[in-house]
T-cell receptor
């Protein structure tokens, strides 16, 4: 069966360190992968998209990698700040009869400690 | 630009009652989605629409119905609510349903079914 896993339910790191979040998938062959941020009581907000032929994508302090052989994406936040504390979701594209939908992972709750 | 709005923000229902959740977007998006989010399970797609007058089933459609009579509105109905439908419901929209499209999410509706 198809499955998306995100490394751990919660991750605590010290301010200034690099946070690394993992998204692993099985029985999917996504061509695209997205990362979203979700704050408590709010809807997810898009952060980055990476294509299968892109090994790495960067946006300011964010970096995403996509390894289709390992079936894994890594999401890095460098020089982390308490304001980065949130839940981060990965989403894979899935083709169905009507087009493309995204399937979301369960999320990792990141806490950056001052 | 309000983006994606959802009504109501919170609702308590008794088992067997019915209700309709309203989603509205002012971005002229073609695609609209309804998700539910439960602890540890991530976002799961209930129904979606690829344009005015169309609807399609997602991963967990049972117990829900939808309608897209106007392009800017997407309604989610619960005909006979069950405790298993206690969840947070998110509406989202995107310009088209392609893999490169960002989904814009509403703030969510918290539903408690007693």
């Amino acid at each position: 069966s198809q499955k998306i896993e995100q490394n751990s339910e919660a991750l605590n790191i010290q301010e200034g360190k690099t946070a690394t979040l993992t998204c692993n998938y099985t029985n999917y062959s996504p061509a695209y992968l997205q990362w979203y941020r979700q704050d408590p009581g709010r809807g997810p907000v898009f952060l980055l998209l990476i294509r299968e032929n892109e090994k790495e994508k960067r946006k300011e302090r964010l970096k995403v990698t996509f390894d289709t052989t390992l079936k894994q994406s890594l999401f890095h936040i460098t020089a982390s700040q308490p304001a980065d504390s949130a839940t981060y979701l990965c989403a894979l594209d899935e083709l169905d009869n009507y087009g493309q939908n995204f399937v979301f992972g369960p999320g990792t709750r990141l806490s950056v400690l001052p | 630009n309000a983006g994606v709005t959802q009504t109501p923000k919170f609702r308590v229902l008794k088992t067997g009652q019915s209700m309709t959740l309203l989603c509205a977007q002012d971005m002229n998006h073609e695609y609209m989605y309804w998700y539910r989010q439960d602890p540890g399970m991530g976002l799961r797609l209930i129904h979606y629409s690829v344009g005015e007058g169309t609807t399609a089933k997602g991963e967990v459609p049972d117990g829900y119905n939808v309608s897209r009579l106007k392009k800017q509105n997407f309604l989610l109905g619960l005909e006979s609510a069950a405790p298993s439908q206690t969840s947070v419901y998110f509406c989202a929209s995107s310009y088209y349903g392609t893999h490169q499209e960002t989904q814009y999410f509403g703030p969510g509706t918290r539903l408690l079914v007693l």
